[in-house]
């Protein structure tokens, strides 16, 4: 074989004359010839097997030139023979390669027919996948036509085949076909040729799905054999980035590629490569939008999750991106160190270099827990939630990044506070402190381990060794003094003679050599060296033959220091081992072992420490998180939700208070919420845990009457809500639940009375679902909770009527017949005696179960009325006994006209408590006698008029249907207004009956409504504080009855409301007034602003329920929205929290309403702005800052500017004119309102001079300023020139260009030397569209009022008004008019802005 073929760059470079000895393709089939020669080419494979691609590679080559005009059954044919000549090649080739004899001419025809059978392969594999994704868009929009559907059949096996080409391109570079190539160098074009079909592939925008996953595996390990044994390396590293800045979805393909790379194939460089070319781009490219940061961020993501290890030597690359302006590599960064931080850099058994990355790698991730973008630091706590999982984090720093979580809670993105929760949930469930996290329960452990350690210390402290100088140290420090005295001694002069004489004591020898060795020593260290050398001396002529002393046999200094030397520190050895160290090992041993406790306390202490302060932050999350329970965001108070679930299961403290104020949600309107709270409830308490049904059912009903205990009736009535559907859901456990629940209020099994009242109150709750849980066990609930010993126990009473109240047809609403017991039934006989005995007894809970009792009655008996009447009269009956009789009490009586028909002037005494309870019971039954009348006899009315029309109709119906037919439309029309006529009947005569019959002479309610009276209009007679309020607020319900009793009463009631000494009573009568204003509109109209004025009480609690109320009233259009709206807005700035967020409700709704806050803006401007109000300037704005904020649309913005510019001139403070610059400051500013504030420059020009409102105005430039454009810039410019001029200047020295133009034009060249410039003329228009007429004639001393004229109208200030609410402005108050001012023109803008 003389020739040579080269693999081209293109593939008509074939076809052209080449090189020596290089192939050219000679002849092209045309392609009507190519099925006949692909004939021949199976012929020729079946028979030389694939060396025959030498011979038939023109035929191949034409199948690419005619690509686009074969059929498709061609090309797989093709496809397929290729395929078989490189399989052919993988299984012919080894046996060639390990032959010894192998010639230069068969490598050259092995190598000619390698290349030419995988340059046709590939080169057809990538025309098959182009055609393949242009027909799959094709086909795509019209997935329905037949077409479609052929086209698709077509092509349905490539998937298959496309698998089959990449298996035999791996089999066949598997091998080690680089001994091919002359000195094994294998061609870059070779490779290329087979690379770029792999990418080609990898284009797919399907590649990622699931069912082309064996695809993504082959072309994976092909690209791993050309990587590790052909040098394709750094060529795959660049086209991993240049692919993935293209193609999004190739993140996670590539990802698994480059960690099969460096795993299964050993090439841990291509981490290295790819992760250096993404360090490499800087941050303004990849802020660049196409420039592939995403899927960059995505791959790194993922590629940490698969070789963490290998990502840690690369990593100081990636980290310079943390201070990039891309917030999604700053998050795939943080992402990456958490995969280390999990995977890696995790445990106990990390070295010094370990432990220093994993603290830098958590520094940095702390860090940007404050990242500027909220993604960054919502996937930063997401990242600290999956470290914390997999318990990852060290112990050290738990309190750090606690901390920080609970710092995220304030965060203004919703998906960081969402994060930050899961985080929080992430400790207490994975928290190594304990399973039951209660700081108040570890507070005394911990003061009782801490005052323990200090005792250890102390103790120790006692027995430690004082610490002692070495003698050789000593001897140090001492041996020149002690060698000069030795010198002194031994060569003494007169003088010093002399002078020993006088200091040195004689000294004799002790009576052994021992003994003076130690008084030596002793002088030495008491600095007495002359002293120690003279007793040296004489010892040696004592003791001649003495150890110590030998060596003095020649007296020299040197021989006496040696022998000093020997004494002192041979006895000071002796002596420190005598006296300091422990004499046993035994006594060495304890000391160690006391110091080994110590450590262990100290251990403890710290650990209780660290419990402590994590469980205060869990608290303090808690008392966060129980917020976020109520807002708008449903994802947020989803995982509010299950943090409360997770806390409480872990016993923190205060925890059920979140569990507890979950519960309204259940009512929630949002299903999702809904759903939330009731998976939580029955996660908490309706999966119990046992071994049993009835342990199961014993552990729910304690967790159930936990939750019952203390709770409000609110809460009880949310928690009704979920057990109801739970006794009305198929479980086994519901019988069980019922027996046990029976059982514990029967007392079959001991039980405390808290219990059984749970117990009752859960019996009512499954009553709810089936009514015969209750009804059939009537007896039982008379005979334990209403028997003879009722008025030993109120609150079972009234939780015991509670539940009977669940069977009742109010509860349940039924439709048929009312369901009601006989009057003589054993449950109302009951009742009655328990309620009329406790009248004359002093129970203060006998007060509520009489209110339940009361509704029972009407609820469920028939002809209530007449029960009610008796049991008032056997109430009153007994407390007439008990004044007869003369048996007070209760010292604190006061004295009322005896009750009997003789009128005798005889005064007797009665209990103010019997009394109080008498008249509340009055006035209950008055209550709900109208409530019987309106809503039961109504509504049994309805019923029957229902069901004898139904009759009337059947009856009609046996006659003719032509007729009906033809009458059909008569007959529905005279139906309905027989309907409506009949409805109004029966109105009027329930109305009549309250009216006239309810409290005429002959019922027995109007023999109490003088008592009442005249107990509330006598307070100081009638001081009793419980009388009282039974009398005001028995007296309010009376005049619910008829709007005569409303009317003669009212003024009482209000003065009542604002005389009374007693919050409670205020509070009452608020709460009934309300009740009134809604039942008797028109009577109660009048007195609306003496019902604002209680939002002003002194009282937190009056102020609340004020606030309440009248929130209530407003909302629900009872009613109008006023100027006294200004006292609720006070109330934002309330020193209560929770009235301030009430008022703040109040708002929020009212916004809701159209125009609402911004009709009534003005005028609650005007009157908090008043000085006689005296409000300080940082409330004024705290309040405006809020209700600005409901001012969104421009056109109000616009108006409001124009009408806050106008107060400037009718305000007579400079505090009012500072109060309505910061007005102007906090509206959100735009282009219209700006242009308004330039137009009304007059009305503040000559107020600039103050601060208070040169600055606020300033404020306004710089806010427009932000967001304007050049041309609106330069005009912000301008006008912020004037303000800085005219306010250091003054308006005199200022010359207004724009007021000199329209002074020219308006024909006037007068100059003015008034305050205020005058306004610019001709440019409002009246309502009629005249031109105002001009006010130029004004003295100059002082401003005049401006004459009237006679063809206008004066002019007026117009606001808006709530009661014209299709006009957005109102006529300003007289009072508001200014009396001197400067001349000005003024109109209306009512018809411009009605357009």
């Not at 004020?1106 to 109008?1120: G, H, W, Y």
Request: hydrophobic share 40%; net charge negative; charged share 25%.
């Amino acid at each position: 074989m003389s020739w040579d073929f080269l693999v081209p760059v293109c593939v008509g470079d074939l076809v052209k004359t080449g090189g020596i000895n290089q192939y050219v393709v000679r002849d092209v089939v045309p392609a009507k010839q190519l099925p006949s020669h692909l004939t021949k080419f199976k012929a020729a494979l079946r028979s030389q097997g694939p060396s025959c691609i030498l011979e038939h590679f023109d035929t191949g080559y034409s199948v690419l030139q005619h690509f686009n005009s074969l059929e498709l059954g061609l090309k797989e044919d093709t496809l397929e023979l290729l395929i078989q000549v490189v399989n052919g090649l993988a299984v012919s080739l080894p046996s060639v390669l390990n032959s010894t004899s192998f010639s230069a001419a068969e490598r050259k025809e092995n190598l000619n027919a390698v290349k030419m059978s995988v340059f046709l392969l590939c080169k057809l594999t990538e025309s098959l996948e182009s055609l393949s994704y242009r027909q799959n868009i094709i086909t795509a929009p019209g997935k329905g036509s037949k077409k479609g559907k052929g086209t698709k059949e077509g092509l349905l096996q490539w998937d298959s085949e496309r698998e089959s080409v990449l298996q035999a391109l791996v089999q066949l570079l598997q091998l080690d076909i680089r001994s091919l190539w002359s000195l094994s160098l294998v061609e870059e074009e070779f490779i290329s040729c087979v690379t770029c079909c792999c990418y080609k592939l990898l284009e797919n925008p399907t590649i990622s799905h699931v069912k082309n996953k064996p695809t993504r595996d082959n072309i994976t390990h092909l690209l791993g054999v050309l990587i590790s044994k052909y040098n394709h390396l750094l060529g795959a590293s660049v086209k991993v980035i240049q692919m993935l800045q293209h193609f999004e979805q190739l993140s996670s393909v590539f990802a698994q590629a480059v960690s099969v790379w460096s795993t299964e194939y050993g090439v841990r460089a291509v981490i290295g490569e790819v992760i250096r070319e993404i360090g490499q781009k800087s941050s303004e490219e990849l802020a660049r939008e196409g420039s592939g940061v995403k899927a960059f961020s995505s791959f790194l993501s993922e590629l940490s999750g698969l070789v963490p290890a290998l990502m840690i030597p690369n990593i100081s690359v990636l980290i310079t991106h943390l201070e990039g302006e891309s917030h999604t590599m700053r998050v795939a960064v943080c992402e990456v160190l958490g995969e280390i931080l999990v995977r890696v850099l995790c445990g106990d058994g990390l070295d010094e270099s370990g432990r220093a990355d994993r603290d830098r790698f958590f520094d940095i991730l702390q860090e940007h827990l404050h990242d500027v973008h909220s993604h960054v630091r919502a996937r930063v706590l997401q990242v600290f939630t999956r470290i914390v999982n997999s318990k990852a984090l060290p112990l050290c720093r738990y309190s750090e990044v606690m901390e920080l979580a609970v710092g995220r809670l304030m965060d203004k993105s919703i998906n960081a506070v969402k994060s930050a929760i899961q985080l929080l949930a992430a400790f207490i469930a994975h928290n190594p402190y304990s399973c039951k996290l209660s700081s108040a329960d570890l507070k005394k452990p911990l003061e009782k381990e801490t005052a323990k350690l200090r005792e250890m210390k102390e103790k120790l402290e006692g027995k430690a060794p004082v610490p002692v100088i070495k003698a050789s140290e000593l001897w140090a420090a001492m041996e020149p003094e002690l060698l000069v005295a030795v010198r002194t001694t031994l060569e003494p002069t007169s003088e010093e003679e002399d002078e020993e004489d006088g200091d040195v004591e004689e000294e004799k020898p002790e009576d052994d050599d021992r003994a003076t060795a130690v008084k030596i020593a002793q002088y030495l260290r008491v600095n007495k060296y002359r002293n120690a050398v003279k007793l040296c001396l004489k010892a040696r002529d004592c003791f001649p033959e003495s150890e110590l002393f030998a060596s003095l046999s020649a007296i020299t200094p040197e021989h006496l220091m040696d022998t000093l030397g020997l004494i002192f520190k041979g006895s000071e050895d002796a002596t420190e081992v005598s006296q300091n160290l422990p004499p046993t090992p035994q006594k060495e041993g304890d000391k160690e072992g006391e110091e080994g406790e110590l450590k262990k306390q100290e251990m403890l202490v710290q650990y209780l420490k660290d419990t402590e302060t994590f469980s205060l932050q869990v608290e303090r999350a808690i008392s966060v998180i129980n917020n976020m329970l109520y807002w708008k965001t449903t994802s947020v108070v989803q995982e509010a939700v299950q943090f409360c679930v997770t806390v409480h299961e872990f016993s923190v403290a205060n925890s059920i208070g979140g569990v507890r104020k979950m519960l309204p949600l259940v009512w929630s309107m949002d299903a999702a919420i809904k759903d939330a709270v009731v998976q939580a409830y029955k996660r908490l308490y309706l999966n119990p845990q046992g071994d049993t049904i009835r342990m199961k059912a014993q552990t729910l009903v304690d967790s159930l009457s936990e939750l019952i205990v203390d709770a409000s009736l609110g809460t009880i009535q949310c928690l009704e809500e979920i057990v109801q559907e739970f006794f009305g859901s198929d479980s086994n456990l519901q019988s069980t639940v019922i027996q046990v629940l029976w059982e514990r209020f029967t007392g079959k099994r001991e039980t405390s009375v808290i219990q059984k009242r749970a117990a009752v109150l859960l019996l009512g709750m499954a009553a709810r679902a089936e009514r015969e849980v209750v009804l059939s066990n009537l007896d039982t609930l008379c005979s334990v909770a209403l028997g003879e010993k009722v008025t030993e126990d109120f609150l079972l009473a009234r939780d015991t009527v509670i539940t009977i109240c669940s069977i009742t047809d109010h509860v349940r609403q039924s439709k048929g017949a009312p369901f009601r017991l006989p009057q003589d039934h054993q449950l109302f006989t009951s009742l009655t005696r328990a309620v009329a005995e406790g009248v004359v007894m002093e129970d203060p809970y006998w007060q509520s179960f009489m209110e339940q009792a009361v509704r029972l009655i009407y609820f469920l008996a028939e002809s209530p009325d007449q029960l009610c009447s008796r049991l008032l009269q056997r109430s009153a009956r007994l407390l007439l006994d008990q004044i007869a009789e003369g048996s007070e009490t209760n010292k604190d009586v006061c004295q009322i006209p005896d009750g009997s028909q003789d009128s005798s002037d005889q005064e007797e005494q009665v209990n103010c408590v019997c009394l109080a309870q008498l008249l509340s019971l009055c006035g209950c039954v008055a209550f709900w006698q109208v409530s019987h009348l309106e809503r039961s006899v109504s509504a049994e009315l309805r019923r029957r008029r229902g069901e004898t029309e139904e009759r009337e109709e059947k009856e009609k119906g046996s006659g003719s249907k032509a007729k009906q037919a033809a009458n059909e439309s008569a007959m529905e029309e005279e139906l309905g207004l027989i309907g409506a006529s009949a409805e109004d009947t029966e109105a009027e005569l329930i109305r009549k009956i309250c009216e006239t019959e309810l409290l005429a002479e002959e019922n027995l309610l109007s023999a109490f409504l003088p008592l009442l009276v005249k107990v509330c209009s006598s307070p100081g007679r009638y001081s009793h504080p419980q009388l009282n309020t039974a009398a005001c607020l028995a007296l309010s319900q009376y005049m619910m009855i008829s709007p005569s009793v409303c009317e003669d009463n009212i003024r009482l009631m209000f003065t009542v409301l604002e005389r009374s000494t007693l919050p409670v009573v205020r509070a009452n009568t608020i709460v009934a007034l309300g009740d009134l204003t809604v039942r008797f509109p028109n009577i109660l109209e009048p007195w609306t602003q003496n019902l604002y004025a209680r939002l002003s009480d002194e009282v937190p609690s009056v102020r609340q329920t004020a606030v309440t109320v009248l929130t209530q009233l407003v909302l629900k259009d009872v009613l109008k929205v006023k100027g006294h709206v200004s006292e609720v807005a006070v109330l934002l700035i309330d020193p209560e929290p929770h009235i301030a967020s009430l008022a703040l409700n109040f708002f929020n709704e009212l916004a809701t309403k159209d125009n609402a806050i911004y009709n009534l803006l003005p005028d609650i401007i005007s009157r908090l702005s008043d000085p006689e109000r005296g409000m300080s300037s940082e409330d004024f704005n705290t309040i405006m800052k809020q209700l600005f904020s409901y001012i969104t649309k421009e056109r109000q913005t616009e108006s409001l500017v124009e009408k806050l510019c106008q107060r400037f001139r009718t305000a007579k403070t400079e505090r009012q004119w500072c109060d309505v610059a910061t007005s102007l400051s906090l509206l959100s500013m735009c282009e219209r309102g700006f242009k308004r504030l330039q137009e009304c420059w007059e009305c503040y020009s000559d107020k600039l001079t103050e601060p208070g409102v040169y600055q606020p105005l300033l404020s306004i430039t710089a806010k427009l300023r932000r967001w304007a454009k050049l041309q609106f810039k330069a005009q912000i410019d301008d006008f912020e020139k004037r303000l800085t001029a005219v306010h250091t200047r003054g308006l005199e020295n200022v010359e207004s260009p724009e007021m000199d133009e329209n002074q020219k034009e308006g024909g006037s060249a007068e100059k003015t030397s008034t305050r205020t410039p005058l306004p610019t003329k001709g440019r409002q228009k009246s309502r009629r569209g005249q031109t105002k007429p001009s006010v130029s004639s004004h003295s100059d001393d002082s401003f005049a009022t401006p004459r009237k004229s006679r063809k206008s109208k004066k002019p007026v200030i117009t606001f808006s008004s709530d009661e014209e609410e299709d006009e957005e402005d109102a006529v300003m108050a007289e009072c508001e008019t200014p009396k001197v001012t400067t001349p000005i023109s003024r109109t209306s803008r009512r018809a411009r802005l009605r357009n």
